[in-house]
């Protein structure tokens, strides 16, 4: 099966490539969502995997990496969260996690806010369980673990 990462849609399985008005589309399936989506073959938002070495690199920098937690008001660190994870890239994904997580330990977090941060956890565990030949479970419970080492 043929897998690539589509922006906030997280994984998913090309199903067939199709031509409609003498233009070329994919036909994908996220694995995240169940959306069946047409797009562009060519299209930016559509990347790779990231590879093992990417995805231990991804964990290091939720384990040790520096954020800068801002104390702003809720809603507008979840509007430039949504911003920055509309970008798809699985760097920003972890970043908001543990910029979310660290918030968390200090205060609650809103509704929009906690769904968000289970949107990222789910994004980050079916990319990195991919990369690392690993399941979800597995990655779900590092991503715990490291939080309470942070």
Known sequence: MNYKV???HGICEIK????KNDR?????ESLFNKLTIFIDPNDKDLRDIVSEEEAAKI???IRYGKVNVERKNWNKRYNEYIM???????????????KLRITQLTHDLSFGERKM??????????????ALNITEAEVCKQLNEIVIAA
């Open 6 to 8: 589509y922006k906030t």
């Open 16 to 19: 067939k490539e199709i031509t």
């Open 24 to 28: 070329d589309y994919l036909v994908i």
């Open 59 to 61: 964990l290091d920098f």
């Open 84 to 98: 920055q994870l509309s970008s798809g890239i699985l760097d920003d994904v972890a970043e908001i996690y543990k």
């Open 117 to 130: 941060l289970n949107q990222c956890k789910e994004l980050l565990a079916f990319e990195l369980a991919m």
